[in-house]
């Protein structure tokens, strides 16, 4: 009977343990919640994955300079990480067609290379134009990216780019 009460005692301090851990706990975050310290979720998954690589991606940029055809806009796609910009299907630039702007190519601009599987990064297309309102220009660049050769997917990004009054 007295080793039955000696157990029944440790339990009770085990009992009493973790609910003195609980409170504090509790009192911690609503601490914390009163304070303004709440951490956001992305904080939280910072802390969880603090060691993980930059994310694997593509970047999408663009600007207006002058090229051997006169004004141009240069759209450059940059792979993150492990991906790979994949040649056929390829690149497609889409402007959104508006009075003042002159596209001296053919639209929807594409480039596309069936003799290889990925472009050399970065990939950069030229569109020659003429703009008389110094507007930007608002586009739709599409792309396809594979992270590994069997995981691949399609990408899209609509760019604005100041003209400079070009």
């Known amino acids: ?5 000696g157990m029944a005692r440790g339990e009770t301090r085990r009992m009493r343990g973790l609910l003195f851990a609980a409170v504090g706990a509790l009192g911690l975050a609503i601490g914390q919640a009163e304070a303004g310290g709440e951490p956001s979720v992305d904080q ?10 930059v994310q694997d991606g593509v970047l999408v940029d663009g600007w207006v300079e002058t090229g051997p055809e006169g004004t141009e806009l240069v759209v450059v796609l940059e792979p993150q990480g492990a991906i790979k910009l994949v040649a056929d299907p390829g690149i497609t630039v889409t402007p959104t067609v508006r009075p003042g702007v002159v596209w001296r190519s053919e639209l ?12 050399t990064p970065p990939a950069t297309l030229r569109l020659p ?12 660049v599409e792309y396809a990216y594979c992270v590994v050769d069997f995981q691949c997917f399609f990408g899209e990004e609509t760019l604005t780019v100041a003209t400079g009054g070009s």
Not at 1 to 5: K, L
Not at 129 to 140: I, N, R, V, W
């Open 44 to 53: 939280l998954i910072e802390r969880f994955n603090a060691g993980a690589p």
């Open 108 to 119: 929807p601009h594409r480039r596309v290379d069936p003799a290889i599987p990925y472009f």
């Open 129 to 140: 134009f003429s703009a008389s309102d110094g507007e930007p220009l608002e586009l739709l």
């Open 1 to 5: 009977m007295g080793m039955m009460a």
